[in-house]
C-alpha cells in the first residue's frame, strides 16, 4: 500500500500556513494530493508549492472528503467549527491553535518528547504553543538529567507569533519610521512594534498573567507529564520578524553542572548549542533552522540546584509547521 498521503492546509495563505508548505516540500513528504485552504479572501490566489501554482479552495464543511490528513492553522474559531469536518471525512487532523491542546482526550505532542501520546488520538493531535515547544525541547532534556522543580522564564517573541498581518505591519511600520519620522497606528497588533516592545503576548486572565504565560504553564506541564510544575513566564512582543527568544531559570531537583547540562543538551534531539564567549544564539542566525539553539548556559544565584540559559527557536519552523509536519510524520 502506499505511504503517500492527501493532505489539505487549512490557512494555507498564513505565516505558519506557507511555512507548511515549505517545510512538506523540503522534507518530501509524502503527498498523493495537496489541497490548499482559507478564508473566501483568498479566493482566485495561487500559491507555489514545489515549482507548481496551486490553487487557493474557500474552507467549508465538505473541503475535506478524499483527505487523510489536515494540517491546521487557522486559529481557534475555525479549528474548533472545523475539525470535526474532518475527522468525520476520515481524516486526522493536527492542529496549530490552543483549541484542543488541553482537551485531556487531545495528544499534545513534541515528537522528541512525547511521540508515545500521539498514538492514543481520536482524530485530532495538537501542536503545542510555540514558545512552548522551544522551551520543553530544552527542560526535558535537564528533566531526565536532574529533575525540574520550578522554572522562570521571559519571551521575547517575534511579530511571527501573530500572524502574517503582523509581520507585514511591522515591516511598514519600520519603513514609515525612518523615512518619513511618522509611526502609524497599529492595526493587528495591541501596540505600534517597530521601535518598540510591550510585556503582553495574548489577553490578560487571572492574577495579572496573560493567556500566552497561562498556556506555557499548562501546556509544559502536559507535554512534560509533570501536572505541578510551577511555570512563571513573561511573554513580551519584541520587533523581531520571525524568532522567539526566552530567558530561562530554573530549579532543579539535584545539583548539575553547567558543563553537564551543556553535555545533556548536546546530546537532545532538536537542540544545537551555541555557547561560548562570545557565541550565543541569536535570531538573525536562527531563522530559517530547524533546532532550538541554547547558549550563556550558567549556575543560577537565585536557587540552589539551578541553571540559568538562552534560548532562540525559529516560532514558525519548530514553534509551528515543522513540529505539526514532525507529528504527521510519524503517524
Ligand atoms: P486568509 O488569508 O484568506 O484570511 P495568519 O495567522 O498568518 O494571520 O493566517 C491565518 C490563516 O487562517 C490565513 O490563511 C487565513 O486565510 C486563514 N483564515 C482566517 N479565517 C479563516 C476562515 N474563517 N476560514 C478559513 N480560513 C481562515
Redesign the pocket.
Known amino acids: 500500500m502506499s505511504r503517500a498521503r492527501r493532505v489539505a492546509v ?9 511555512e507548511f508548505l515549505a517545510v512538506l516540500a523540503e522534507r518530501r513528504f509524502p503527498l498523493a494530493s495537496l489541497r490548499l ?6 479566493a482566485g ?1 495561487r500559491l507555489r508549492f514545489a515549482g507548481e501554482e496551486l490553487p ?1 479552495e ?2 467549508t464543511p465538505d473541503a475535506f472528503r478524499g483527505v487523510d490528513l489536515a494540517l491546521f ?3 481557534g ?2 479549528a474548533r ?2 475539525a470535526r469536518h474532518a475527522v468525520a471525512a476520515g481524516a486526522v487532523v493536527v492542529d496549530n491553535s490552543s483549541a484542543f491542546r488541553m482537551d485531556p482526550n487531545v495528544p499534545l505532542v513534541v515528537p522528541e518528547i512525547n511521540l508515545a501520546a500521539a498514538r492514543n488520538h481520536q482524530g485530532v493531535i495538537a501542536n503545542p504553543n510555540c514558545s512552548t515547544i522551544l522551551l520543553c525541547l530544552t527542560l526535558r532534556p535537564l528533566q531526565v538529567a536532574a529533575g525540574l522543580r520550578r522554572v522562570v522564564v521571559s519571551t521575547y517573541q517575534a511579530a511571527s507569533g ?6 507585514e505591519e511591522l515591516r511598514a511600520a519600520t519603513t514609515s519610521l525612518v523615512l518619513e519620522g511618522r509611526r502609524p497606528a497599529p492595526k493587528v497588533l495591541p501596540h505600534s512594534l517597530a521601535f518598540n516592545l510591550f510585556p503582553q503576548v495574548d489577553v490578560f486572565t487571572e492574577g495579572g498573567f496573560t493567556r500566552e504565560e497561562d498556556k506555557m504553564q499548562n501546556e509544559t506541564r502536559k507535554i512534560l507529564d509533570l501536572p505541578d510544575l510551577p511555570v512563571e513566564a513573561t511573554c513580551v512582543r519584541v520587533p523581531v520578524e520571525r524568532c522567539h527568544s526566552e530567558s530561562v531559570s530554573v530549579e532543579l531537583d539535584r545539583s548539575l553542572t553547567p558543563a553537564a547540562a551543556r553535555e545533556a543538551f548536546v546530546r537532545a534531539a532538536g537542540v544545537v548549542v551555541v555557547d561560548g564567549d562570545p557565541a550565543y544564539p541569536m535570531p538573525v542566525f536562527v531563522a530559517g533552522t530547524d533546532p532550538v539553539a541554547v547558549g550563556r548556559i550558567r549556575a543560577s544565584r537565585a536557587f540552589a540546584h539551578g541553571l540559568c540559559y538562552w534560548l532562540v527557536g525559529d516560532q514558525l519552523r519548530k514553534g509551528a509547521a515543522l513540529n505539526a509536519v514532525q507529528i504527521a510524520e510519524n503517524l
Open positions: 487549512v490557512g494555507a495563505t498564513g505565516a505558519v500556513g506557507q485552504l482559507a478564508s473566501p479572501r483568498s490566489r487557493v474557500p474552507l492553522s487557522a486559529g474559531t475555525v467549527e472545523y501573530a500572524g502574517q498581518r503582523a509581520m
